[in-house]
């Protein structure tokens, strides 16, 4: 199942209307280069979007692809810099990062460097799907790192973009699915190796402080950041200096991020949604264990309830974070004779017949039939080793490789929008129950919470269009 609900081009239409994008926009022709001529022997010429600490961890796979970067972009020069003078520590004698060209704009960049095939895009989640229509809509290839999508809106609208250009690439940075044990994984479940599975729980214990109210008291702006294009598509809320650390400081933020069930989410979910083809949640319910403000919560307990599918039964998808997070005891004393205790992350398909086991990335699957003492590798599970390969895998389990060999015309990307806004789609949806502080009936088709017009603001969140 590539598509989380049926579109028409109704629908296309004012999805795209609403982001303030057109039709007549998506380029007619795309560039030679960017349908892959040339093939392995020719190297990308590449455009890095925000230069921060994500770029940084994502830069050495780029470089050691061998791969062109001709421009890079953000509007923080700090960390310009720092992208710059870490890459060029990396390049071969010869070659350096101190010649690309450098942008504030990511506008700019698009409009003026007509000769890259293809971008990265890393800022904060916030920034992710209006500079991926934006790359798209200039006739360029996209790995976008997760979160994709900052509302239900967002991710029905990456989608049917990513749709409408099928000879665009895209692949979202859900680094687990390129490796061989997710991709197993998924073949053993479909098999039907754990029976029907009617209940899935995800968790990582990590936690916020308790949900807080965003501070009206003003830091210095650091020289070289231009805090009103940081903010971006999100309000304009006063500085403070925590906000620059990373995805775990501004994603506790509710105006730019949606917390652990986003960024760890996009991991933890996406197996599920996958392996079961679960298509959209039909209802959505949260606890937590304070009042909601401004701020993700200290501890989160999100469900979500699927229909069944053909001969697939109806599932219940679990989504656990904070201190103590974990699945429930009569699920998690299955896994205590292998790892001795309940991993700090994971997720856990509960079948009739037995369990399988994965990290929270997806990777690393186990399996443990119900007659079995201990888990085993879903590599060499004795009861697997007849189920049949049916998935490509990733050519060294690299992630960013196969989106560049994608770029070249020699392979797929696996984690392309088209799923991968299906997955964000959940995640969405439960952060939507979250704000409303209510179980809800979603309705993916229509994009609509059963019965509840106030949600409709955060189903289709306002943006500032002044950076867009």
């Known amino acids: 199942m590539r598509n989380c609900q ?3 081009r109704r629908t296309f239409l004012r999805q795209m209307a609403i982001s303030g994008a057109s039709l007549l926009a998506v380029p007619a022709v795309i560039s030679e280069r960017a349908w892959g001529a040339g093939g392995a022997s020719r190297r990308l010429n590449m455009a890095l979007l925000a230069c921060g600490g994500r770029m940084r961890q994502l830069l050495p796979s780029i470089l050691q692809s061998g791969e062109n970067i001709v421009a890079v972009c953000d509007v923080d020069q700090r960390e310009i810099a720092r992208l710059i003078k870490g890459g060029s520590k990396r390049l071969p004698a010869g070659r350096s990062l101190e010649n690309v060209k450098v942008y504030e704009d990511y506008r700019k960049l698009l409009e003026k460097e007509k000769s890259v095939d293809a971008v990265v895009i890393a800022p904060g989640q916030r920034w992710h799907v209006p500079m991926s229509k934006a790359a798209m809509l200039a006739g360029k290839h996209v790995f976008c790192e997760k979160p994709l999508c900052h509302s239900c809106a967002e991710a029905r609208q990456i989608q049917e973009l990513a749709q409408r250009m099928p000879k665009l690439v895209t692949q979202v940075g859900s680094q687990g699915g390129s490796t061989d044990t997710f991709r197993r994984s998924m073949e053993v479940i479909q098999a039907g190796l754990l029976g029907r599975i009617r209940e899935v729980h995800c968790w990582i214990n990590r936690g916020f402080p308790p949900s807080a109210a965003v501070d009206q008291n003003v830091d210095p702006i650091p ?7 940081w903010c971006g598509p999100s309000r304009l809320l006063p500085f403070k200096n925590y906000y620059l650390g990373g995805c775990l400081a501004w994603g506790r933020w509710l105006e730019f991020g949606d917390g652990h069930l986003a960024d760890m989410g996009a991991h933890g979910l996406n197996l599920p949604w996958r392996a079961l083809r679960l298509g959209a949640p ?8 304070e009042p909601l403000k401004d701020s993700y919560p200290s501890a989160t307990t999100f469900r979500w309830e699927f229909a069944a599918r053909g001969e697939l039964p109806a599932v219940t998808l679990w989504w656990h974070d904070g201190a103590q997070a974990g699945p429930p005891a009569e699920l ?13 992350n994971g997720v856990l398909f509960a079948g009739e017949k037995g369990i399988l086991f994965s990290d929270a990335w997806g990777v690393g699957g186990v399996v443990r039939l119900n007659e079995e003492s201990r888990c085993r590798g879903v590599l060499d599970h004795e009861a697997a080793k007849s189920i049949p390969v049916t998935l490509p895998r990733a050519k060294g389990q690299n992630h960013m490789q196969e989106f560049l060999d994608a770029c070249k015309g020699l392979t797929r990307t696996f984690q392309g929008f088209e799923s991968a806004a299906c997955v964000a789609e959940i995640a969405m949806v439960g952060i939507v129950a979250l704000r409303l502080g209510r179980p809800i009936e979603w309705d993916s088709a229509s994009l609509k919470v059963k019965g509840v017009p106030a949600a409709e603001p955060l189903v289709h969140r306002p943006q500032r269009t002044k950076w867009l």
């Open 282 to 289: 039909l209802k959505a319910s949260v606890e937590i264990p």
């Open 332 to 344: 998690g004393n299955r896994l205590l004779s292998t790892y001795n205790k309940v991993p700090t």
């Open 6 to 8: 049926s579109t028409t």
């Open 223 to 229: 020289a070289g950041l231009n805090w009103d294009f």
